[in-house]
């Protein structure tokens, strides 16, 4: 019994291991969810630097949905050229939406940027409390207010995002005998997966929170312009690549 127990703990922790090094290396790469989450971050009067735990939460939950559905067999559909197209041209649109919003919205000056000009430490907390997990939030967003929901709807709109399930998510699964007959091998990897996101972007929620303070408007207003305009060029490649594939 001692000896089958260790070997299922063995099991465990090499399969989370390595889906959490699978995941990270995919977190680590430029996107929309990393865009999304920066701005979010920024743009989160109190506690923003736990905004990547509520994308990744909302991340997880649609990532579950879709492990179900490849055990199910729903790998068969994602794989049709038809659907990666249908998926890259919505997807592209979404991004391009996104990008958009929010060079719309820094044009017309309607970017908050209180952060730069008062103290949001525990210490000298001048900002009155919101809870943004609700989706209160009366600062800037580009129609997601609420990083739970943003995490969902960025993630099932980044048709990369559905590819990579479909490809490499599957064959890991497969080649680990990842299914609904081996419950610990199936938790060890959706574990290991969403700790691998999780600890990315907790780390970017709080780099960009702490950094954005030591920066001018001028300098901010120019990250976001970057990000606007990388979700806009994101979205036209995403929804054209997939006809020349």
Not at 73 to 80: D, R, Y
Not at 88 to 101: D, H, K, N, R
Request: net charge neutral; glycine share 12%; with cysteine.
């Amino acid at each position: 019994m001692s000896a089958e127990l260790t070997g299922s703990l063995s099991l465990f922790w090499l399969i989370f291991s390595l889906s959490f090094l699978v995941a990270l290396t995919g977190a680590m790469a430029p996107g929309p969810l990393l865009t999304y989450t920066i701005i979010k971050s920024g743009q989160t009067p109190n506690q923003g630097y736990l905004v990547g735990l509520w994308v990744i939460i909302g991340h997880a939950l649609v990532e579950m949905i879709i492990i179900v559905g490849l055990l199910c067999g729903f790998s068969h559909i994602l794989q049709k050229p038809f659907v990666i197209r249908l998926i890259g041209v919505a997807g592209g649109m979404i991004l391009i939406w996104f990008g958009v919003s929010i060079l719309k919205d820094l044009s017309r000056g309607m970017v908050g940027v209180d952060f730069f000009e008062k103290d949001i430490s525990p210490e000298k907390n001048l900002l009155p409390e919101k809870d943004f997990s609700s989706g209160a939030a009366d600062t800037y967003n580009p129609g997601l207010s609420n990083p739970v929901i943003g995490g969902i709807t960025v993630s099932m709109s980044n048709p990369y995002w559905w590819i990579w399930w479909a490809t490499i998510g599957l064959a890991f699964m497969t080649r680990f005998d990842i299914s609904f007959e081996n419950p610990i091998k199936l938790m060890a990897f959706f574990v290991g997966h969403e700790a691998g996101d999780l600890i990315w972007y907790l780390a970017v929620s709080f780099l960009t929170f702490f950094g954005l303070k030591r920066l001018n408007k001028k300098i901010y207003y120019g990250i976001l312009t970057f990000c606007g305009g990388f979700m806009i060029l994101f979205g036209l490649y995403l929804g054209i690549s997939p006809f020349f594939q």
